[in-house]
C-alpha cells in the first residue's frame, strides 16, 4: 500500500481527495468496507481508471490511473504516512476504532478527517487514543455527484482542500493543494460568512421572489446584484477582522459565486431555507455577519434583507418554525434568537420586514 490513504471511497474521496492528489502525481490507496466498489475500482485501474468530469465543463476531464483499492481486511497501513478519512460523520467513532489495532507504532501517522461534521477531528483522535497519532480536520467545499454504481464522477473544479494545520503538528502535506490553515476557528468564521451566507441570500430572498429552483433563483439579476454587494462588504469586513490578504479573501468569494449561481447543480429553495430558527443564531450566517458589518460601519442592507426574508419563510414542515413565529413577534425572535441588541439594526430589518409583507411583487418592488 501507498503512503498515502484515502478512507471511503465515495464521491468525495475519489472524486475530490483523490483529484487533488493525483494532480501532483501522487498515488493513492483506497480502503473501503463495500467489496463491489472495491472491486469495480480495480477491474477500473487495470484498464484506463475512472474519470472526474468538471460541472459546466469548465476543464478538460480528468483520468484517474495511479491508485490501489482494497477492503478492511486487506488494508495494510504499515507505511502510511498521510490518511483522508471520507465516511460521514457518524462513522468516525467506528473507523477510529478499526484504525487503532492497524496503524503502525513505528512512525508518526498523521489524518485529516473531510467531513463538515462538529469536531470530526476530536472524535476520531479520541477513538484511535494512539500517541503517535495527529489527527486534523478540514472543510469541503467542493460538491461531487456520481450515479448510482458508476465510477465516474462529476465535480466542481474547486482546486483546495483545506486543513488545521494546529492539529497535524507542523506536517506540510507534498500536495499543495491540501493547504495547511492556521486559526481553522477564524477560517471557519470565513467560511460561515462568506459561503453560507451567500446561500442565505439566495435561498430567503429566492423564497420571498417566488422562486423554487435554486439555480433560477441564484441566476436572477436581481439577486445576483445584491449577492454581489453582499460578497463585496463582506470581503472588505472580514479583510479588516481578521487580516485576510483581500486578493486571496476575493478568490474565495469569486469560488463561492461560481459554486452557487452553477445551473449544472440541481438543488431547492426549500432545501437551502431549512430551519430558519437555526440560520437566524447570534454566530450563524445571517446574523453573524450582519452584526460584523453593522459593527464595522458597513452598509449592511442586503443581510438585512436577507434576515426579514427569513422571518417571513413559511416552507413546509417548519413546524417548529411556525410554533415560534406563532409565538414570538418579529423584533422578539431578532432578539431571543438572533442576539441582536442594536436597536437601529432590529429597526433596518424591520424597515425591510414590512416592505416585504406589503409587497404584492417583491421582485418588481411593488
Known sequence: MSETIIIGAGKTGRGFVARLLAEKNIPVTFVDKDEILVNQLKDAAKKDGFTVRFFGEKRTPMKLTDYEAVTWEKADFTDAELIFVSVGGTNLADVGAELRGKLPSDHKVHIITCENASDPAG?????????????????????TTAEKGELDIASENYPYLQFDADLLEGYVPKADTIRPVKNFGNFLTRKLFTYNAASAVIAYLGYIYGFTDYSQAANSPVIQELLDQNYAVTNKVLCEEFGYDPE?????ARLSRDKFTSRTIVDTVERNAREPQRKLGPKERIIGPLQLIYNHGENCQVLAMTAAAALLYDGEGEDVWREIRRTRTPEEILKEIGGVKEQPLIDLVMEQYHKFAKAKNPLAGE
Do not use: G, H, Y
Not at 124 to 143: E, G
Not at 248 to 252: S, T, W
Open 123 to 143: 472524535i476520531l483522535k479520541k477513538a484511535i487514543d494512539r500517541d503517535n497519532v495527529a489527527v486534523s480536520q478540514a472543510t469541503v467545499f467542493c460538491t
Open 248 to 252: 486571496d479573501q476575493k478568490e474565495f
